[in-house]
Nanobody, 129 residues
């Protein structure tokens, strides 16, 4: 069955960096678009980035554009979210997700969320001094 397992979260100071990983299994990553979402305390889940099955195109929500980079290594069945210049507002549980649909086509991330069929359990990122 499809499994997504996030890791790499933790406590980081403002301005710091983290790399989140999502280990995938149970499906052929070569054919799947992937996405990252996050949910801050007391807030709704937010889509932040998606990547097509070949690695391009990649889309980002405005709040993370220029600071976060979504990458993938299909050979290792892994996807990554590189996060730089972290801010306290980035504090959230981060989830990777996917679907059999080709969803990373430039649509708004709030719309992409409706297509998601598989979710990981998340990894907590806390940005605080």
């Amino acid at each position: 069955q499809v499994q997504l397992v996030e890791s790499g979260g933790g406590l980081v100071e403002p301005g710091g960096s983290l790399r989140l990983s999502c280990a995938t299994s149970g499906f052929n990553l070569n054919y799947y678009h992937m996405a990252w979402f996050r949910q801050a305390p007391g807030k709704e889940r937010e889509g932040i980035s998606c990547i097509s099955h070949r690695g391009q195109p990649v889309y980002y929500t405005d709040s993370v554009k220029g600071r976060f980079t979504f990458s993938r290594d299909n050979g290792r069945n892994m996807v990554y979210l590189h996060m730089n210049n972290l801010k306290p507002d980035d504090t959230a549980v981060y989830y990777c997700a996917t679907s059999r649909r080709e969803f990373c086509t430039g649509r708004a991330m709030w719309d992409v969320e409706y297509d998601m069929a598989y979710w990981g359990k998340g990894t907590l990122v806390t940005v605080s001094s």
